[in-house]
């Protein structure tokens, strides 16, 4: 079947979808975007987080026929062109990418969190990356990034 729908801004396609591929295969293995992970494809590890609509989901467990007409951004959207969004810069910053395979879904999940809420809390912080799991960096460096990000953010920084 032939998917289309707006990634990232674009009108994209994706032409012999087989029924039961998912939007996370057609994101990596036809669009040319592979930042979305593929860790569990199981819906446990928010590795693989992109926005639907604006909501975020896990993209392997979404068929990508359920993305026809529909909105979609990933982490490749979340900069503007070259230059990385500040989460991105708050993530290097304060050293929170190891290994990397998480740092996607984290990524869209820390951006939707400061989206909804400017000044988060620790507890807000850690409910909103509930679903997001990381083998690599014990977490703390993560929340760093987050609350950096938030404080940059109310200093009156450029998003
Ligand atoms: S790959 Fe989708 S939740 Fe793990
Ligand atoms: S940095 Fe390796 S899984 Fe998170």
Known sequence: MLVTCIVNGEPRQADDVWEGE???????ERLGLPGSKNACEQGECGSCTVY??????????????QAQGRQ??????????????????????????????????????AHDLLERSATPGDAEIREALAGNLCRCTGYEKILDAVRLAATERAGGQAR
């Open 22 to 28: 998912s939007l996370l295969y057609v994101l990596r």
């Open 52 to 65: 639907l609509d604006g909501i975020l989901v896990c993209a392997c467990l979404v068929a990508a026929g």
């Open 72 to 109: 979609i951004r990933t982490v490749e959207g979340l900069g503007d062109g070259e230059a990385l969004a500040p989460i991105q810069q708050a993530f290097l910053r304060a050293g929170a990418v190891q290994c990397g395979f998480c740092t996607p879904g984290l990524l869209v999940a």
